[in-house]
């Protein structure tokens, strides 16, 4: 018999930011704006962020802003790196889809594998910045 693990995500909205999150958030974005980024999602209507956990340890984060009641764009999403490649990125996305069938995010080559391998439609962006090509991936669960 095999014990089963306690996971799950609830809304972060604590004024002041967890140190896992501010750690999750820093892989999402640069470390600098961290503290920025979180402050918009607590300020911001349409903006929400969540926390998944595993066993009572913050392991993941996953931020969207909705555009309307069945579209998100993904904003961050990030996993610890020693949780990587556990499906938790995967869980994070069916559950923000279970309230948003239609999802949208725009990332860089690091990050595009995941969401080609989740099922997202991938556009390249060309070289939004100097050297560096952007994606637009979409999915539609409808």
């Given at each position: ?12 909205n ?52 909705i ?26 996305i ?49």
């Amino acid at each position: 018999m095999t014990m089963q693990k306690v996971m799950f995500m609830k809304e972060v909205n604590s004024k002041t930011i967890h140190p896992a999150i501010q750690k999750l958030l820093s892989f999402a974005t640069s470390e600098f704006k961290v503290n920025q980024e979180y402050e918009r999602y607590l300020k911001s209507l349409n903006r929400k962020l969540y926390s998944f956990e595993v066993e009572g340890v913050l392991v993941g984060c996953i931020g969207i802003e909705i555009i309307n009641v069945n579209e998100c764009e993904i904003k961050h999403i990030a996993v610890s790196s020693d949780q990587r490649g556990k499906g938790i990125g995967s869980k994070m996305i069916n559950y923000v889809n279970d309230k948003y069938p239609l999802i949208s995010a725009e990332t860089d080559n690091d990050a595009v594998g995941f969401y080609r391998n989740y099922g997202f439609k991938i556009t390249s962006l060309g070289e939004k910045y100097p050297g560096v090509e952007r994606f637009l991936c979409k999915f539609n669960s409808k």
